[in-house]
């Protein structure tokens, strides 16, 4: 019976407030587990599961999301530092700032523009070295990128930042004075965390924008039939008109420039990058799937009949490998001309990206 007693006050607690962890990292031994860590890795988890079956989808084989990835995610989290640094130097290398912290991603400071950026750069590298068209991976990415950072954000909540101004609403978030070095609530005498106050959950609206904008990405893909990378472009476009608008209402310290947030510049020169990338691969040739990456997308065979490659696109040695790798003879109808220029077309066209 006590256990439920509990149950109407905790009940009238959510209809009021959304309350915030007072402890954002659990020691297994002399292993730390942190929640910020914990909620980035799910993600990743969820967006290279879902970029697979997508891929899947497409033709390519099981496994080559987590290959790819293997070389993106690195990148990704690089990236994604290095803006932080970038554009919030201060508390590292400015006066009484530690330098030594630019290190301490496990106390949050990921910015997704640069992981996205140099995370692309690792999946180029990926797709070059599996046989998988740029395009083709990266919108089969995109709705998994979206998700992982809804699920990235509550990493926030772990840490109790990225909130917004004080409100009276039923949603307020109940945010902790934090000690970022313990990863946990600073306490009282009594040993009870002291609240800081109740804010706007700007963790939680980009948090549902982003999911949002997933299932916009995964139902145009469906519905229409665009061309390989727009709705990678989509997502370029579509995640800055949410963020432009929660930026402004986050009231964690930022640099300005003309009186507006760095990421608030940085997301509209991203949304009209989006918008060019759109018009640009709706301009370009090729289609999907691992035929489409040995014909028609420029990295291995010439007319998407004759690939180089015989499992995975990817040798370019005779041109005369079927794309699915079973070493098939020209017809035996060819003319003796018409098998050496496929022969000689094959040898000498040097692989590309197929961007």
Not at 30 to 53: E, M
Not at 222 to 242: C, D, E, H, N, S
Request: contains cysteine; aromatic residues 12%; negative net charge.
């Amino acid at each position: 019976m006590s256990l439920l007693s509990g149950i109407p006050t905790a009940v009238s607690t959510l209809a009021t407030e959304l309350p915030s962890p007072s402890v954002g990292v659990w020691h297994l031994g002399p292993l730390p587990i942190r929640g910020y860590a914990l909620c980035i890795l799910a993600g990743i988890v969820v967006a290279v599961w879902l970029t697979q079956r997508r891929l899947s989808a497409l033709g390519y084989r099981p496994g080559v999301a987590i290959d790819i990835s293997a070389w993106a995610v690195p990148f990704g989290i690089i990236g994604g530092r290095l803006y932080h640094l970038i554009t919030t130097p201060q508390p590292y290398f400015g006066q009484g700032g530690d330098p030594w912290k630019a290190f301490a991603i496990y106390e949050g400071g990921l910015g997704i523009w640069g992981a996205v950026a140099l995370g692309a750069v690792g999946a180029w590298i990926g797709c070059r070295k599996n046989g998988v068209t740029f395009r083709d991976f990266v919108d089969a990415a995109a709705p998994g990128v979206a998700i992982a950072q809804a699920m990235g954000r509550f990493g926030n909540w772990f840490n109790n930042e990225i909130y917004g101004a004080p409100t009276d609403l039923p949603w307020r978030l109940r945010i902790y004075e934090w000690d970022t070095s313990a990863g946990r609530a600073v306490v009282d005498a009594a040993g009870n965390p002291v609240v800081k106050g109740y804010f706007h959950p700007t963790f939680l609206y980009e948090a549902i924008w982003c999911l949002l904008l997933a299932a916009f990405l995964i139902g145009i893909g469906r519905r229409f039939t665009l061309k390989p990378g727009q709705v990678f472009a989509a997502y370029v476009m579509g995640y800055p008109i949410g963020r432009i608008v929660i930026e402004n209402m986050r009231s964690d310290s930022a640099n300005y420039i003309l009186g507006q947030r760095v990421n608030t510049w940085v997301s509209l020169l991203v949304f009209l990058l989006g918008v060019f990338l759109w018009f640009r691969f709706a301009s370009m040739p090729g289609g999907r799937g691992p035929s489409a990456a040995a014909g028609h997308d420029g990295t291995d065979g010439t007319d998407g009949t004759d690939g180089t490659a015989g499992t995975d696109g990817t040798d370019g040695t005779d041109g005369t490998d079927g794309t699915a790798g079973t070493d098939e003879d020209p017809p035996a109808e060819a003319s003796a001309d018409e098998a050496n220029a496929a022969s000689g077309a094959a040898t000498t066209q040097e692989p590309s990206p197929g961007t």
